[in-house]
């Protein structure tokens, strides 16, 4: 997991991280407030289980983002090269830039099901 961390590129890789862990702590905070019977209003209760949908959306853009800037760097390289390029060396470069995405994409989803499961378990405490 670390290789595929550092294949990724430290820095955005490290970004998404750091995003995934800020919606993972409004998460938490939202469910001690659904599931420890604290009362707080429900539209702010709603509206901080928003954020943890939006944030994992931002960690996906980062991982598009991340992929994007890889690919141009690696299309720069492969311009600059004289001869032929490799379609082993075009597949590697591919299969990196690929993994920042895979990352941002598998943030997302979990913040998703989070964001799903805190919210039916709200509603459902509501009625």
Sequence with gaps: MFELFM???PLFMGIITVI????LVVSVRSALFIFGGASVASDQLFRQLGYIKSIGLFALVMGVLGQMIGLYSAF??????EGGVSPQLLA??????????????????ITLLIYLILSAVARSKQS
């Design 76 to 81: 720069a390289a492969l311009e600059q090269m």
């Design 92 to 109: 590697g470069g591919l299969k990196v830039s690929s993994i920042t995405t895979l990352w941002g994409l598998l943030s997302y989803g």
């Design 20 to 23: 995934f862990i800020a919606a």
């Design 7 to 9: 294949m990724g590129g």
